[in-house]
């Protein structure tokens, strides 16, 4: 019966033309954005360039990076070997958390295996150490977010996404007695919208309320050492908790999260989401150091990147094809209908060799999907230019009169 149900599940995502395909890509280290794509089939591999890389400033790649990871693993082999709790601690551990919670201008950080588990073990942990919260959540957050939220068994309010008007409203709702969370990104990854921080904490001293920010599409691109917009904006001792990752602007693996001590204490000794998962191999802690390093002295790779996603902006709108508008390095571009949505990247990918990730239902509302466009500081002009002529070639239907 379950084999059958999920047999049908899958037959009605196929129909709907939002069935998630793996695309079989092989990163080129040292020619990023350069993969190579393994059709499969007996097709020879090709070589292609990557617009949807979330490794956005390329220090997945970076020789000191890779470096500092293979010199962890000659040292300490492949894997921690247990939890935290369990001989899963090291020395690299505690000196990325140190690193980590310096850069935030945090008193302590704690690293977990991921962005979502670190979402969705710190809020979980934090809420239910006090009953009775009220969670205010913005209408976009991500799937972690919701998650720990939902997890942690407290009231929930749902914002409309960057509504400060309606927050406030719903702060006001709220009772006056009631401990307040407000939890939102800075950088959202589907529109490629910033947070009015300040605002939002405004609200947040008004009423009374804790904040939660997650800075996972900021880590590493903003602010003057890339701590990210709260940094960015002069915001960050505003923020309570600011919760980040290693997966992307860091460009290896894991998450974490940065705010006072006690709060951060607790997680860590009740959180089942780090208590029971095994430690961050030893040659990820080290490239993650090394990698942040070279971002807090490195702005013009920021610059860069700002640079060249202004660059991709530009282009597109010469060429009058249709973006949202994105205040940050992310460009989505409106593809409505999620089978069409899934047939231009798949043109994009087979005949122009541009590799291109369609967002459709459940991450977008159905009728918004989208392609996903990151620039990094190594996309050149002439990709830029490739890139825009194949979406003209494969979207002429949705272009702009």
């Not at 201008?105 to 809020?123: E, R, T, V």
Request: hydrophobic residues 45%; neutral net charge.
């Amino acid at each position: 019966m379950l084999r059958a149900h999920c047999a049908g599940h899958l037959d009605t995502m196929r129909a709907e033309g939002r069935y998630r395909d793996f695309a079989a890509l092989e990163k080129l280290a040292d020619r990023f954005p350069a993969y190579r794509w393994h059709p499969g089939g007996g097709a020879p591999p090709r070589e292609i360039t990557v617009w949807s890389s979330n490794d956005y400033l390329g220090m997945g790649c970076d020789p000191a990076v890779r470096q500092a990871a293979a010199d962890a693993i000659a040292a300490h082999g492949a894997g921690a070997g247990g939890t935290r709790n369990i001989s899963g601690t090291a020395p690299l551990h505690a000196g990325l958390e140190a690193d980590l919670a310096a850069w935030h201008g945090k008193p302590a950080a704690l690293l977990f295996g991921s962005g979502y588990i670190a979402n969705s073990a710190a809020l979980s942990a934090l809420l239910s150490a006090l009953p009775g919260t009220i969670v205010f959540s913005d209408a976009m957050n991500h799937a972690s977010m919701i998650d720990g939220i939902r997890r942690g068994g407290s009231g929930k309010r749902i914002w409309r996404h960057n509504d400060l008007k309606h927050l406030e409203v719903l702060l006001r709702e709220a009772p006056p007695e009631a401990p307040k969370l407000i939890a939102l990104e800075s950088v959202y990854s589907m529109d490629g919208d910033v947070a009015p921080l300040h605002a939002v904490c405004d609200l947040a001293d008004r009423h009374g309320a804790m904040t939660y920010l997650d800075e996972v599409h900021a880590v590493g691109l903003y602010g003057a050492t890339g701590a990210g917009i709260a940094e960015r904006d002069g915001a960050t001792a505003r923020i309570d908790i600011i919760q980040g990752t290693l997966a992307k602007g860091v460009g290896v693996v894991g998450g974490y999260i940065a705010g006072d001590a006690a709060l951060v204490d607790y997680v860590r000794s009740t959180a089942g989401g780090l208590i029971f998962t095994t430690s961050m191999p030893p040659a990820t802690a080290a490239a993650a150091r090394a990698s942040i390093r070279r971002i807090r002295d490195n702005a013009g790779l920021r610059e860069r990147l700002g640079e060249r996603a202004a660059a991709l902006k530009a282009a597109l709108d010469v060429a009058r094809l249709p973006r949202l508008p994105s205040e940050s390095h992310i460009v989505p571009i409106p593809v409505p209908g999620a089978g069409h949505c899934r047939m231009v990247a798949r043109r994009l990918l087979e005949e122009f060799s541009l590799y291109v990730t369609p967002i459709n239902y459940p991450t977008v509302p159905r009728g918004t999907e989208r392609l996903r466009l990151c620039a990094t500081p190594f996309h050149t002009d002439a990709m830029i230019a490739a890139l825009i002529a194949a979406l003209c070639a494969v979207l002429p239907m949705v272009r702009e009169p």
